[in-house]
């Protein structure tokens, strides 16, 4: 077993360990999709145009993309907290590879992320959403947002270590919360201003989104938007590449050279 492999197991362990130990933040990150699923659902879908039924079919997935881009606050949250509780530190000077620390996080995320996506899906079934794709196209869904997750936690990471405070963290966080706003994650970007929904599709949350729904058969792609929307599973497998070759190598690059 290479020493990568080792220690990156010990780091996941870690952080898995973090996340039982402080269960009320799993929970409430667990929470906050569902009632969103149910206030969008019920209020917004008696107000758009098309049925609510259809417009819960069409939120899941959105909801679920943006519970996958909700990596980039956990991750840069908790890489802030070590860095500014002195456990980065501790860590460099023992010998672990450089690379397990912040690998070790993403893929404790992403364990606890496959977890948490199941009571959405419940729910979500619950309201009228259904799967109406087929089989391998439902697991291929899965799997992009798993993917998407992990490139969104590598930027939390990132961000993280850079701030290296709780507080800029925190507040740095929770404008993320305005990343899916400028998506098609809750509402068909057609009918925005040009340069409105020209910024929305570009966005990968809507590349994601736009994939989920054509893969689970719950929404067709739609015509005439920029390539990401309109190739959503290329555009998305891009992001998701693009994102992880930028941000995982700068971040295991900010965390072997500290603070200096």
Known sequence: MSALTYDGMAMVGRQL???????????LTQVMPINMLLFFGYVFGSALAMPGGEY????????????????IMTGMFQAAQDTHRGVM????????????????????????????????LLVGLAVGWRVEGSAPEALGAVGLLLLFRFACTWIGILLGLLTRSEEAAGQLGAATFVLPLLSNAYIPTGNLAGWLRTTAEWNPISAVTTALRDLFGNAPVPEGAAWPVAHPVAGSLAWCALLIAVCAPLAVRRYARGEG
Not at 56 to 71: C, D, H, I, K
Request: aromatic residues 4%; charged residues 15%; glycine residues 10%.
């Open 89 to 120: 530190v501790r860590f460099r000077t023992m010998p672990v590879s450089r690379s397990a620390v912040p690998l070790g996080q993403a893929v404790a995320d992403l364990v606890v992320t496959a977890a948490g996506t199941v009571p959405l």
């Open 17 to 27: 360990r973090r996340v039982r130990n402080n269960p009320g933040l799993a929970i």
């Open 56 to 71: 819960r079919s069409f939120l899941v997935p959105g909801l679920l993309a943006a519970t996958a881009a909700g990596g």
